[in-house]
Protein backbone atom coordinates (compact mmCIF):
# COMPACT_ATOMS: atom_id res chain seq x y z
CA UNK A 1 0.00 0.00 0.00
CA UNK A 2 0.90 3.42 -0.70
CA UNK A 3 1.43 6.49 1.71
CA UNK A 4 -1.18 7.79 -0.17
CA UNK A 5 -3.40 4.97 0.15
CA UNK A 6 -3.02 4.77 4.05
CA UNK A 7 -3.72 8.43 4.10
CA UNK A 8 -6.95 7.98 1.96
CA UNK A 9 -8.22 5.06 4.09
CA UNK A 10 -7.55 7.57 7.09
CA UNK A 11 -9.68 9.79 5.51
CA UNK A 12 -12.57 7.52 4.88
CA UNK A 13 -12.93 7.65 8.51
CA UNK A 14 -13.78 10.81 9.36
CA UNK A 15 -17.47 10.23 8.56
CA UNK A 16 -17.74 8.05 11.57
CA UNK A 17 -15.81 10.19 13.50
CA UNK A 18 -18.15 11.45 17.21
CA UNK A 19 -17.08 14.72 17.91
CA UNK A 20 -20.67 17.03 18.85
CA UNK A 21 -18.42 18.79 21.39
CA UNK A 22 -15.18 20.02 19.24
CA UNK A 23 -16.88 19.46 15.72
CA UNK A 24 -12.99 18.60 14.96
CA UNK A 25 -13.06 14.60 13.18
CA UNK A 26 -9.71 12.92 13.33
CA UNK A 27 -9.29 9.78 11.50
CA UNK A 28 -6.73 7.27 11.82
CA UNK A 29 -4.84 4.00 9.78
CA UNK A 30 -2.38 1.66 11.31
CA UNK A 31 -0.64 -0.51 9.16
CA UNK A 32 1.08 -3.81 10.09
CA UNK A 33 3.70 -5.85 8.57
CA UNK A 34 1.74 -8.15 7.44
CA UNK A 35 -0.70 -5.62 5.60
CA UNK A 36 -3.62 -6.04 8.06
CA UNK A 37 -4.55 -1.70 8.56
CA UNK A 38 -6.69 -0.88 11.93
CA UNK A 39 -8.77 1.99 11.66
CA UNK A 40 -9.91 4.70 14.01
CA UNK A 41 -11.57 7.94 14.76
CA UNK A 42 -12.09 9.96 17.54
CA UNK A 43 -14.98 9.33 19.73
CA UNK A 44 -16.39 11.75 22.21
CA UNK A 45 -17.91 11.88 25.52
CA UNK A 46 -20.49 14.13 27.46
CA UNK A 47 -17.52 13.79 30.34
CA UNK A 48 -14.86 15.79 28.00
CA UNK A 49 -12.00 13.32 29.27
CA UNK A 50 -12.98 10.08 28.43
CA UNK A 51 -12.81 10.88 24.79
CA UNK A 52 -10.21 8.73 22.84
CA UNK A 53 -8.33 10.15 19.71
CA UNK A 54 -8.49 8.47 16.62
CA UNK A 55 -4.78 7.40 16.84
CA UNK A 56 -5.51 5.85 19.97
CA UNK A 57 -8.62 4.19 18.82
CA UNK A 58 -7.02 2.25 15.96
CA UNK A 59 -4.03 1.01 17.92
CA UNK A 60 -6.03 -0.38 20.69
CA UNK A 61 -7.91 -2.36 17.79
CA UNK A 62 -4.47 -3.29 16.73
CA UNK A 63 -3.09 -4.53 20.11
CA UNK A 64 -6.65 -6.24 21.05
CA UNK A 65 -6.26 -8.18 18.23
CA UNK A 66 -2.53 -9.49 18.66
CA UNK A 67 -0.56 -6.95 17.02
CA UNK A 68 1.81 -5.01 18.84
CA UNK A 69 5.20 -5.62 18.17
CA UNK A 70 4.66 -5.19 14.10
CA UNK A 71 3.41 -1.53 13.67
CA UNK A 72 5.01 -0.15 10.80
CA UNK A 73 2.69 3.01 9.48
CA UNK A 74 0.02 5.41 10.80
CA UNK A 75 -1.99 7.83 9.18
CA UNK A 76 -3.47 10.48 11.05
CA UNK A 77 -5.50 13.08 9.00
CA UNK A 78 -8.79 15.97 9.73
CA UNK A 79 -10.56 18.35 7.80
CA UNK A 80 -8.13 21.01 9.04
CA UNK A 81 -6.30 23.90 7.81
CA UNK A 82 -2.93 23.01 9.55
CA UNK A 83 -1.22 19.48 10.47
CA UNK A 84 -3.48 17.60 12.38
CA UNK A 85 -0.46 16.13 14.74
CA UNK A 86 -0.64 13.38 17.06
CA UNK A 87 -1.83 14.86 20.72
CA UNK A 88 1.34 14.05 23.56
CA UNK A 89 -0.53 11.25 24.96
CA UNK A 90 -1.23 9.52 21.51
CA UNK A 91 2.47 10.11 21.02
CA UNK A 92 3.29 7.88 24.22
CA UNK A 93 0.53 5.76 23.69
CA UNK A 94 2.43 4.17 20.32
CA UNK A 95 5.84 4.86 21.35
CA UNK A 96 5.03 1.77 24.07
CA UNK A 97 4.64 -0.72 21.29
CA UNK A 98 6.70 1.35 18.00
CA UNK A 99 8.94 4.20 18.92
CA UNK A 100 10.22 4.01 14.91
CA UNK A 101 7.01 4.22 13.76
CA UNK A 102 6.48 5.76 10.67
CA UNK A 103 3.95 8.41 10.46
CA UNK A 104 1.87 10.45 7.90
CA UNK A 105 0.22 13.17 9.07
CA UNK A 106 -2.37 15.32 6.90
CA UNK A 107 -4.32 18.13 6.48
CA UNK A 108 -7.91 19.13 5.43
CA UNK A 109 -6.79 19.63 1.34
CA UNK A 110 -5.50 15.64 2.24
CA UNK A 111 -1.29 17.32 1.57
CA UNK A 112 0.51 15.34 4.20
CA UNK A 113 3.88 15.38 5.89
CA UNK A 114 5.95 11.73 6.59
CA UNK A 115 8.15 11.17 9.58
CA UNK A 116 8.83 8.98 12.35
CA UNK A 117 7.75 8.71 16.00
CA UNK A 118 11.09 9.35 17.65
CA UNK A 119 11.04 12.56 15.76
CA UNK A 120 7.41 13.64 17.72
CA UNK A 121 8.87 12.65 20.61
CA UNK A 122 12.72 12.40 21.51
CA UNK A 123 13.82 11.08 24.26
CA UNK A 124 10.60 9.24 25.13
CA UNK A 125 9.79 7.41 27.99
CA UNK A 126 9.05 3.74 27.28
CA UNK A 127 9.73 -0.19 28.10
CA UNK A 128 13.21 0.22 28.24
CA UNK A 129 13.48 2.24 30.93
CA UNK A 130 12.13 0.50 33.13
CA UNK A 131 14.45 -2.10 32.85
CA UNK A 132 17.06 -0.05 33.90
CA UNK A 133 18.28 0.42 37.13
CA UNK A 134 20.79 3.16 39.42
N1 LIG B 1 -7.89 14.38 18.56
C1 LIG B 1 -7.52 13.20 17.99
O1 LIG B 1 -8.37 12.37 17.63
N2 LIG B 1 -6.19 12.95 17.83
C2 LIG B 1 -5.21 13.80 18.22
O2 LIG B 1 -4.05 13.42 18.27
C3 LIG B 1 -5.55 15.17 18.54
C4 LIG B 1 -6.95 15.38 19.03
C5 LIG B 1 -9.31 14.65 18.76
C6 LIG B 1 -9.75 14.59 20.19
C7 LIG B 1 -10.99 15.46 20.17
O3 LIG B 1 -12.10 14.64 19.81
C8 LIG B 1 -10.74 16.44 19.06
O4 LIG B 1 -9.65 15.93 18.30
C9 LIG B 1 -10.40 17.84 19.54
O5 LIG B 1 -9.38 17.81 20.46
Redesign the pocket.
Known sequence: MTDRELVERAFGMLQY???P??G?????ALECEDGTVFT?????NAAYGS???????ALVKAVSEGHRDDLVRLA?V?NSRDY????G???QMLYEFAPGLVLLVARGDHAFVRLTLDQLLPHGFGPKDLEQEG
Open positions: SYVYSFPVGAGCNVETICAERTVGCWPCACR
